[in-house]
């Protein structure tokens, strides 16, 4: 949705490693925002965005208005259940509603043979590649690790809502992660007692809101009771203004991003 960073340019970076030509989309979806979200004042920076795509070989720049993408009138929209209704879908109602439907919109304006998508929106990656397999959408989705700042912290174009301190306490998240994923190495493989580890861990370090702290199925997205499979711990917190969210893997065959 632009304000690219490092993230955003990693994925370009690994799809011009694997394909002859690359498109990247930027455009700020306002039907995956709810009230009172921040789509009015989401960070841009257009200017900066063309000119990184420029220095990284970006082949093309497909840059819509909102009037190119839903017409007067528009009333068709991609839903998928099952996947969305947990994590940030519980938190955020109608979200994955916008996700889909732009996405698949944006495939069939630009088909795409690859997509490149961060697993730092781990919920997004498993709707997404959910929605191609079940419609039958001939685009592979290709995974890519997090990219993160040297605290740990996730990078996000809304990192810069954060103040000094806002971001010191924000390298809690990942912290917070971690640390879960050593106690579970170390014999911890009870859910809720892992969960109430990070809980603490993330309240310690300053005034925080959480949304939710939890461990999914890697696949399902369904909540684990106890670590006997691949899981993934997923999290979402508002420090002042700002919502962050972050996953790391834990489980067998797990490795850490």
Same mark, same amino acid.
């Given at each position: 949705? /632009?304000?690219?960073?490092?993230?955003?340019?990693?994925?370009?970076?690994?799809?011009?490693?694997?394909?002859?030509?690359?498109?990247?989309?930027?455009?700020?979806?306002?039907?995956?925002?709810?009230?009172?979200?921040?789509?009015?004042?989401?960070?841009?920076?257009?200017?900066?965005?063309? &000119?990184?795509?420029?220095?990284?070989?970006?082949?093309? +720049?497909?840059?819509?208005?909102?009037?190119?993408?839903?017409?007067?009138?528009? +009333?068709?929209?991609?839903?998928?259940?099952?996947?969305?209704?947990?994590?940030?879908?519980?938190?955020?109602?109608?979200?994955?509603?916008?996700?889909?439907?732009?996405?698949?919109?944006?495939? &069939?304006?630009?088909?795409?043979?690859?997509?490149?998508?961060?697993?730092?929106?781990?919920?997004?990656?498993?709707?997404?590649?959910?929605?191609?397999?079940?419609?039958?959408?001939?685009?592979?989705? +290709?995974?890519?690790?997090?990219?993160?700042?040297?605290?740990?912290?996730?990078?996000?174009?809304?990192?810069?809502?954060?103040?000094?301190?806002?971001?010191?306490?924000?390298?809690?998240?990942?912290?917070?992660?971690?640390?879960?994923?050593?106690?579970?190495?170390?014999?911890?493989?009870?859910?809720?007692?892992?969960?109430?580890?990070?809980?603490?861990?993330?309240?310690?370090?300053?005034?925080?809101?959480?949304?939710?702290?939890?461990?999914?199925?890697?696949?399902?997205?369904?909540?684990?009771?106890?670590?006997?499979?691949? /899981?993934?711990?997923?999290?979402?917190?508002?420090?002042?203004?700002?919502?962050?969210?972050?996953?790391?893997?834990?489980?067998?065959?797990?490795?850490?991003?």
């Amino acid at each position: 949705m /632009g304000a690219l960073h490092a993230g955003h340019r990693a994925l370009v970076a690994e799809a011009r490693r694997r394909c002859d030509r690359v498109v990247v989309s930027i455009f700020v979806n306002p039907t995956q925002f709810g009230l009172g979200e921040d789509c009015d004042r989401y960070p841009s920076s257009t200017d900066a965005d063309l &000119n990184a795509c420029r220095d990284d070989g970006v082949d093309l +720049v497909f840059l819509p208005a909102v009037e190119d993408m839903y017409r007067p009138a528009c +009333v068709s929209t991609v839903r998928l259940t099952g996947l969305t209704e947990g994590l940030c879908g519980a938190h955020r109602p109608g979200h994955f509603d916008g996700v889909t439907t732009v996405v698949a919109k944006l495939f &069939n304006i630009v088909p795409a043979d690859v997509a490149f998508f961060g697993e730092k929106d781990y919920q997004q990656l498993k709707v997404i590649e959910r929605m191609v397999r079940d419609l039958d959408i001939p685009t592979e989705i +290709v995974a890519c690790p997090t990219v993160r700042e040297d605290d740990g912290l996730a990078l996000s174009s809304r990192n810069t809502y954060l103040s000094a301190s806002e971001r010191r306490q924000a390298g809690s998240l990942s912290r917070a992660i971690r640390g879960a994923i050593a106690a579970y190495h170390s014999g911890e493989h009870d859910s809720e007692r892992l969960i109430e580890r990070m809980v603490s861990e993330i309240q310690s370090a300053g005034p925080v809101s959480i949304d939710y702290v939890s461990i999914v199925d890697a696949e399902t997205l369904k909540p684990m009771t106890t670590v006997d499979r691949p /899981g993934r711990i997923c999290l979402a917190v508002r420090i002042g203004s700002c919502r962050l969210i972050d996953n790391m893997p834990v489980g067998a065959s797990a490795r850490c991003g």
